[in-house]
């Protein structure tokens, strides 16, 4: 079992829509939560990150954790084509370690 | 723009040979992370450097191997290659080993044929 599991998609929606992307874990040490954008033929970029459990709102995206659960949400209000592109969950542990684990990504199309 | 730079941005390479792919890290970033993604997979932790010393490695054998240098470039080596290593290799740069704002570079595409 891997200790982040991401649905890989593909995901379809229409613009305008709200989009729902999750991922799951199984190591509760983790602490730090992560939502990366990788565009085709680009490297990941850092939209936000999260410390423990909470909520986190920037502009149209919403991180959501819930360490009981061990179940994290990243959230796009008004979705826009430009939006379309693979979203990477990430996390790691506390402390001077930046060792990230990834989840396999889910590719996200927004249709115009 | 990240200001993190890789190359090359392809390369084709014959099993059993070594390769060494470079990056360049932005100004003032002590701290690289190196990682590895396979086609439709997230990337896999290689290892980090810390002031020109690795500061922890993933699960990825010897033949894997890297340098950090003082003018905030680094390099990743790996020896006798296998057809399993073709891969997006990314390089990511942070202000120290603990901050969680990483930058990544657009990726060296390996092919081992």
């Known amino acids: 079992q891997k200790e982040v599991e991401q649905d890989p998609g593909p995901l379809s929606v229409p613009e305008g829509a709200i989009v729902s992307l999750n991922c799951t874990y199984s190591?509760?040490?983790?602490?730090?939560f992560m939502w990366y954008r990788q565009y085709s033929r680009k490297g990941p970029e850092l939209l936000m990150y999260?410390?423990?459990?909470g909520n986190k709102e920037d502009g149209r995206f919403t991180a959501q954790v819930d360490k009981s659960s061990k179940y994290i949400s990243l959230f796009i209000r008004d979705s826009q084509p430009s939006d379309s592109a693979t979203y990477l969950c990430?996390?790691?542990?506390?402390?001077?370690?930046?060792?990230?684990?990834f989840g396999t990504g889910t590719k996200l199309q927004v249709i115009p | 723009e990240t200001g993190v730079t890789q190359s090359p941005t392809h390369l084709i390479k014959t099993r059993g040979q070594q390769v060494t792919l470079r990056c360049s890290s932005q100004?003032?970033?002590?701290?690289v992370s190196w990682y590895q993604q396979a086609l439709g997979q997230g990337p896999q932790f290689i290892f980090q450097?810390?002031?020109?010393?690795?500061?922890g490695r993933g699960n990825f054998p010897p033949r894997f191997s890297g340098l950090q240098f003082p003018n905030y470039s680094s390099e990743l080596n790996v020896n006798a290659l296998e057809l399993d290593d073709s891969a997006l290799y990314l390089c990511?740069?942070?202000?120290?080993?603990?901050?969680?704002?990483?930058?990544f570079g657009q990726g060296t595409r390996l092919t081992v044929v």
């Open positions: 450097y810390y002031r020109e010393e690795e500061n």
């Open positions: 999260t410390y423990s459990s």
């Open positions: 100004s003032g970033h002590n701290t």
């Open positions: 990511a740069s942070s202000e120290g080993p603990g901050n969680t704002e990483a930058f």
């Open positions: 190591n509760s040490a983790f602490q730090y």
């Open positions: 990430a996390m790691r542990l506390s402390g001077g370690y930046q060792k990230v684990t």
